[in-house]
């Protein structure tokens, strides 16, 4: 079997809910980041690309009917080109990313491009379909844009609870108080920022109209100042911690990766930038889903054949505070030797979390930490929706 390699990566800025990109379409914000990714590699032939395989986690509104195809065909791709679309909730485009990796390793194909997409200001609202014509009573429309959504009555009640307070549930468990949480996330501002303005996104991220830049980041961010801010799930009295200040926001945005075969840098003309060394999936019961990346980067370690003291750079998708902290208080049991090293460059906090379009963005810029700091193993992680988790390490091909 040969290896698979990530050559290049790309964004598009990440907008608020509502936001610079609430007038785009899911498929056009995906057909944005396949040509942005694949102008950095101008010398590959489109046609050359053996598949690609795209995230998406709603898929009810203009993202449906694979959304993957669509982008395709809207980025002026020949028509040649196949295109799956796969749904792993927040891990859609990292899943996206694995599965292109086998299909590479596995000899299918020697250049797959991979990514994902999510416009959660543009997800719809749904009706239940009527198993009978003209119901007399009243229907209830259901937002799609986040969370469970017609949940089946044979769900245990305890597994259905809404994100934010199985989250609770978690900063219980641990003992995560709402100053860490606050801590957190004014560090994940605070570094989004310094980053941007160091430059370092600049070539990971291609504007859309006028947005050049991630949206929610909020410069200057302090505990203090998100301290002021109300429990969103639980009262305070309750002992409600999550605010939206130190959870993900609802975002809009798009990711991609072109990933190859070794033998594939001579078609694409250019040299990859990191292997995919180990891979990994992991799942627990669903209110504990933010715990999920524990297990699943252990795994995806031991595929790598290397430990946590091996690490010198982490992504981690902060779906929320306090399950962001649990994963780096495990891990840091485990052997993580400086939890600095984890998302050096700012979170999801702050950056933001369009479902599926995530995954894609993680795996990018752990490759670019490790090309920037000639460090020789990462790891990409990220929490999943009804208790799942995915987790890929990367190797510096430099190393």
């Known amino acids: 079997m040969t290896a698979a390699f990530v050559y290049a990566a790309l964004r598009t800025p990440f907008g608020r809910f509502g936001g610079a990109l609430a007038e785009v379409r899911p498929d056009d914000l995906a057909a944005t980041a396949i040509r942005g990714v694949l102008a950095k590699t101008p010398e590959l032939d489109a046609e050359r690309i053996g598949d690609v395989v795209w995230g998406c986690a709603n898929q009810a509104g203009e993202d449906n009917r694979n959304v993957g195809r669509m982008a395709v065909l809207l980025a002026g791709l020949p028509v040649g080109v196949p295109a799956t679309t796969v749904n792993r909730l927040c891990g859609s485009s990292l899943d996206a990313a694995i599965i292109g990796s086998r299909t590479i390793e596995s000899g299918d194909a020697d250049i797959v491009l991979v990514g994902g997409v999510e416009s959660m200001t543009r997800a719809p609202w749904v009706l239940p379909k009527p198993s009978r014509a003209f119901p007399a009573g009243n229907v209830t429309a259901v937002s799609t844009t986040l969370g469970w959504r017609l949940v089946n ?121 990191a292997r995919i060394a180990g891979r990994g999936v992991s799942a627990v019961e669903p209110p504990m889903f933010g715990y999920a990346p524990v297990e699943a980067a252990a795994r995806a370690l031991a595929r790598a054949g290397i430990t946590w003291a091996d690490v010198s750079a982490v992504e981690l998708n902060e779906a929320f505070a306090v399950q962001s902290l649990a994963c780096v208080d495990a891990w840091a049991k485990d052997g993580l030797s400086d939890p600095e090293i984890v998302n050096a460059k700012g979170g999801a906090i702050a950056i933001g979390h369009p479902l599926g379009a995530s995954g894609g963005r993680i795996l990018g810029t752990l490759a670019a930490r490790l090309r920037e700091s000639g460090d020789r193993y990462g790891v990409a992680a990220i929490c999943i929706g009804v208790g799942q988790a995915l987790a890929v390490v990367l190797e510096n091909v430099d190393r």
């Open 153 to 273: 009555e044979n769900m245990p009640a305890e597994w259905t609870v809404s994100l934010g307070e199985a989250n609770e549930l978690l900063g219980e468990r641990f003992a995560i108080g709402r100053e860490r949480q606050d801590e957190f996330a004014a560090r994940s501002h605070n570094l989004a920022d310094e980053a941007w303005r160091a430059g370092f996104y600049d070539d990971l991220v291609v504007p859309v109209g006028d947005l050049a830049r991630d949206e929610g980041i909020r410069p200057g961010s302090s505990a203090t100042k998100l301290a002021a801010l109300k429990p969103s799930f639980r009262p305070a009295a309750k002992g409600g911690t999550i605010t939206a200040g130190n959870a993900s926001p609802l975002n809009d945005g798009a990711s991609a990766v072109l990933l190859g075969s070794e033998a594939a840098a001579e078609t694409i003309g250019a040299a990859p930038l």
